[in-house]
């Protein structure tokens, strides 16, 4: 039975990968089968856009154990965590979260059990985001009050947004190709792509 972690970090985490590589270890994992995001958001940047994520998929099989912090390491979006999910548990896959000691055992068997596996899923996939949406909105009021007041100046994106724009309305190419031509993380194109921002400024 293979047990897998998997980790990720953004920017703006307050954990570091240093402490998921920690958590990793105190669930005697080996370091061969430990994989961690970093610098990847986990609501703009979905899991197929990430590199590491792709390896513990594919490494994924029945009767695997995927070890997480918490769920929203795989996303903080409803549909794409409750879709990756409803995936690991048709593979047969068992997912511990080391947070709570929270287990989703794709091998259920009990249609009553996997009701309300499912059920509890959803609702936690829901409260992820909305959790997300809320202190972002948040986040979003305090910088436009501290903009009001001149006390806030912004930081500036490490790419122009419309240069990223128009490059993928001409070339085409997925996130992580035009991170590749733009020598940036993928979360930083995901937020140009995403901008309505006319200018890097």
């Known amino acids: 039975m293979r ?20 958590d990793a270890d105190e669930q005697g994992i080996k370091h061969s089968d430990v ?35 918490w769920l929203d390491r795989i996303s903080r979006r409803y549909d794409e965590l409750h879709e990756t999910m409803q995936r690991l548990m048709k593979k047969g896959v068992r997912v511990e979260c080391t947070l709570n000691g929270m287990v989703l055992d794709g091998q259920e068997a009990d ?21 997300y949406r809320y202190r972002r909105e948040n986040q979003a009021q305090g910088i436009a009050a501290a903009r009001q ?10 790419v122009d947004y419309a240069e990223v724009r128009a490059y993928h309305a001409e070339h085409g190419g997925s996130v992580r190709a035009l991170a590749e031509h733009f020598g940036v993380g993928v979360a930083t194109i995901s937020r140009a792509l995403n901008s309505d921002d006319t200018s890097s400024k």
Do not use: M, N
């Open 3 to 22: 047990r897998i972690y998997y980790g990720r970090v953004s920017a703006l985490d307050r954990q570091t990968a240093a402490s998921q590589y920690a």
């Open 35 to 69: 994989f961690i995001d970093e610098g990847v958001g986990g609501y703009h940047v979905s899991p197929s856009e990430r590199p590491q994520w792709q390896h513990v998929e594919r490494g994924l099989r029945k009767g695997s154990v995927l070890v997480i912090r």
């Open 111 to 131: 249609p009553t059990r996997k009701a309300v596996r499912d059920a509890i899923l959803a609702f936690i996939a829901a409260q992820g985001e909305a959790d």
């Open 149 to 158: 007041a001149g006390k806030y100046k912004g930081r500036k994106p490490a």
